[in-house]
């Protein structure tokens, strides 16, 4: 039977971030090596779960690693990943291709192309197999990288709900390599930083961009075109929109035109943002008469590397006596003390604020702890689903009217059973904060009586322009 390697090193990395990433983090959320890798992922809704559905393959699980979108990933903790990857490679025995899931946008100290490194690497170990590699709709790749893949596809959607189908189309696509296709891969990029929120696959300009890149499949003959307005907040020159373009040999041109088309309309469209401060967005939630009114922190979105400790809303909610809302935030020195007093509790503490300059004032508050966790839950939902996630430590503590959900480490909105599991019933809520971008609606569109996206302070704002080319200085 083919053997076929399964390998994976995902992390999105902010650039601006004044957390780096260390290997703990790693360990935290996925790091994983041979029967580990089917037990967590086969019959799940990750990449690597749609890889392992190909059933003409014997799949050799090499290793995997990912964690939460954050700072520059450490050169001790690349230098291991790296390491154990080649190790893994080393002793799979002999391959005849090889499936990557890479992020896209990782970033290391001293190595600003990750996913370069990680190919060059592959290609070394591996020798001319075919290579077919699967990129978050964030991911930025970069020439050099592309060049290496025999087959690149990215995702389709944003928020994320087909990881598990890229996978399976990836499978596919080696197979037709092994079968006797030849198959390259280019990219053109395009200087543009977008904002999440106007990256919605939903909408447009995205869902015209998707339709135009299905037809000129079509009139071309190109295999696959994949669209990836990227990770606006990573300061690397490979940052900005990419179109990848899978052609069959001899059809290069086609594939250029292809490319150039699109990137020609992706000029032409309009991109810019515009959102309502904190104070007009509380004021607005409050007067809605369909709840629960989305509270969408945009610039403390936890999945894209943010602290998740901001206060901008939390204060606003506070100030203007916002009734049934609920905050998540993260803040690990109050979840722990929580633990330590116990439920029904009376908790007093400076909630937030805490990593850097950048994500508002800690805010202080009085209430009662209501309840407990241990942070691990198992979404069911649409973002890697089946998959299990842990928050740590958690707190939910009545203040003031507002349920306030302190978690240990900061853990993106991508599941509703980020509150169900703490007891908060999201449908039952006035309003839900949400850290995030587009992402959260993965959670709570379908019970969102109104959205309001709030251009609040952060390293992920609104607008990625606003972003200074300098270091976060740490809260001192």
């Not at 029967?35 to 559905?53: C, K, N, P, Q, R």
């Not at 090499?62 to 990943?81: E, F, K, N, Q, Y």
């Not at 007009?280 to 969408?296: C, K, M, S």
């Not at 901001?310 to 809302?325: I, K, M, V, Y």
Request: proline share 6%.
């Amino acid at each position: 039977m083919t053997r076929v390697g399964i390998a994976g090193l995902w992390h999105e990395t902010n650039t601006y971030s004044s957390h780096p990433t260390h290997l703990s983090d790693f360990a935290a959320f996925e790091l994983l090596a041979g029967e580990e890798i089917l037990e967590a992922h086969s019959g799940t809704g990750s990449v690597v779960g749609g890889m392992l559905d190909a059933p003409d393959f014997e799949h050799v699980a090499i290793a995997t690693a990912g964690a939460w979108p954050s700072g520059r990933v450490t050169r001790p903790a690349l230098d291991h990943l790296l390491e154990r990857l080649r190790a893994g490679l080393d002793g799979a025995g002999p391959l005849d291709g090889l499936l990557l899931d890479l992020h896209g946008a990782m970033v290391a100290e001293g190595a600003d192309d990750v996913e370069l490194r990680t190919i060059e690497l592959a290609r070394d170990a591996v020798g001319e197999i075919p290579i077919v590699v699967v990129h978050d709709l964030h991911g930025i790749p970069s020439p050099e990288f592309v060049a290496q893949c025999d087959a690149f596809l990215g995702y389709d959607t944003y928020p994320h709900v087909d990881m598990r189908d890229r996978g399976r189309e990836a499978a596919r696509l080696l197979a037709e390599i092994l079968g006797g296709s030849r198959l390259h891969s280019l990219v053109r990029k395009i200087p543009l930083l977008v904002s999440p929120l106007a990256q919605g696959t939903d909408s447009s300009p995205m869902t015209d961009l998707e339709e135009r890149a299905r037809e000129l499949e079509q009139e071309l003959g190109i295999r696959r075109i994949s669209l990836l307005p990227g990770f606006p907040y990573s300061d690397v020159t490979r940052a900005g929109f990419s179109v990848v373009a899978v052609y069959e040999e001899g059809a290069v041109e086609a594939a250029y035109e292809a490319a150039g088309k699109l990137a020609l309309q992706v000029e032409k469209e309009s991109w810019a943002v515009e959102r309502p401060d904190p104070s007009a967005a509380v004021a607005e939630a409050i007067r809605a008469e369909e709840g629960p009114v989305i509270l969408v922190d945009v610039a403390d979105n936890i999945g894209g590397g943010s602290p998740g400790d901001g206060t901008a809303l939390l204060a606003e909610l506070l100030s203007q006596g916002a009734e049934g809302a609920v905050v998540s935030l993260a803040d690990p020195e109050v979840a722990k003390e929580a633990h330590q007093r116990g439920e029904g509790a009376v908790l007093e503490a400076e909630v937030g604020g805490k990593t850097d300059r950048l994500h508002g004032d800690p805010v202080p508050v009085r209430g009662t702890i209501r309840t407990l966790s241990d942070g691990n839950y198992r979404t069911e939902g649409t973002w890697q689903t089946g998959r299990s996630f842990a928050m740590g430590l958690t707190a939910v503590i009545d203040v003031d009217g507002v349920a306030l959900h302190v978690m240990e480490r900061p853990t993106p909105p991508f599941h509703r059973e980020q509150l169900t599991s703490v007891e908060i019933d999201p449908a039952q809520a006035s309003m839900i904060t949400a850290k995030g971008a587009l992402a959260w609606r993965a959670a709570y569109g379908d019970v969102a009586g109104q959205v309001i996206e709030v251009d609040t302070p952060g390293i992920c704002p609104v607008m990625p322009g606003v972003l200074a080319r300098s270091t976060i200085p740490m809260r001192l």
